[in-house]
């Protein structure tokens, strides 16, 4: 996947621990966004974030916090993780004004919580 | 929100076969974003779509872009092993930071 690094790509937690989900692009795209996957359901958009210091909510927020404090990164912040939150995490960025080949995903980072 | 329906679900196909799925919206999409996910990996951009009734191809995939703007339809001719995985359709709603994706549609080839 062009430029967009996710970490970890493995992680198991437990129930009410907290964690953050790195993601990473080096190609000074503008719009940055997080993805969740769940069995069945598709990608479903968790929040998303057009520049720097702007951020907003997506679909399926709720349990979720991000920042954008530069334009490389979009962490996302687990403050108190539920079992709910099991899933696999998505990545993705794109130009501003950019057309559908515009957008490239992570790799994913697979998240259990027990 | 937007949805995205897309069938069939699953399907299970000999080597060779070809295979169609399609999406449908109950609103208008300007784009249509068809993707493959092989297991433990992000989706990859398979074609993208534009304008209505666009039909595009890229290799032994062929994607329509419906005239109503509501739908679109993916083909896979002459099926291989490495087709396997999940396929994605997804529109941006509003915007390329905000996609509307399918369910997916789990695809099966015997060799």
């Known amino acids: 996947n062009a430029g967009v690094t996710q970490t970890p790509k493995f992680q198991v937690l437990k129930t009410g621990q907290s964690m953050t989900l790195q993601c990473a692009q080096d190609m000074n795209h503008e719009y940055m966004s997080w993805y969740r996957q769940d069995p069945g359901m598709g990608l479903r958009l968790i929040h998303y974030s057009v520049g720097a210091g702007i951020t907003d909510q997506g679909e399926v927020p709720n349990g979720y916090n991000v920042s954008r404090s530069t334009t490389e990164d979009f962490p996302l912040r687990l403050l108190s993780a539920a079992p709910s939150q099991t899933s696999v995490y998505f990545c993705a960025s794109s130009y501003r004004g950019g057309a559908g080949n515009t957008i490239y995903f992570g790799e994913g980072s697979w998240l259990t919580v027990v | 929100g937007q949805q995205l329906n897309q069938s069939p679900q699953s399907m299970f196909i000999q080597e060779g076969e070809d295979v169609s799925m399609n999406c449908t919206s109950s609103?208008?999409?300007?784009?249509w974003l068809w993707y493959k996910q092989d297991p433990g990996e992000g989706p990859v951009l398979l074609i993208a779509l534009y304008k209505a009734g666009e039909l595009t191809s890229n290799g032994r995939l062929t994607a329509q872009f419906g005239i109503t703007r509501k739908d679109s339809f993916l083909n896979i001719s002459a099926s291989i092993p490495s087709d396997v995985g999940i396929y994605f359709c997804a529109g941006p709603s509003g915007s390329n930071y905000k996609l509307t994706f399918g369910k997916g549609t789990l695809l099966t080839v015997n060799p």
């Open positions: 609103s208008i999409f300007n784009t």
